[in-house]
């Protein structure tokens, strides 16, 4: 068997900006099931357990909208030099 000539590339760990939006998307509707978690235990009565749920839900909201957005503008993501070849 023969070496190849090039030497390998070290292996980095890339998302694609699919997978980036879709975790984003994940967190934000994670963060909307928490917001109405609190809502319901607001509504029950119990506003020691909605005074948590509601801002964990709302930063969760935030983060998953910001991570999916910042995906999609091309902040985040794989990226490869200009030299190297597309895949």
């Excluded at 090039?6 to 760990?13: D, L």
């Excluded at 928490?34 to 948590?52: F, H, K, Q, S």
């Excluded at 999609?72 to 993501?77: H, N, R, S, V």
Aim: net charge positive; glycine share 14%.
């Amino acid at each position: 068997m023969e070496t190849s000539v090039k030497p390998r590339r070290a292996w980095t760990f890339s998302l694609s900006a699919e997978a980036i939006i879709g975790i984003g998307t994940t967190i934000g509707a994670l963060g909307i099931l928490a917001l109405l978690l609190g809502c319901a235990e607001g509504l029950r009565g119990v506003t020691a357990v909605a005074a948590i749920w509601l801002p964990v839900g709302a930063v969760m909201f935030i983060a998953g909208g910001l991570t999916a957005a910042a995906a999609w503008t091309g902040k985040i993501g794989r990226r490869r030099p200009a030299s190297d070849p597309a895949v």
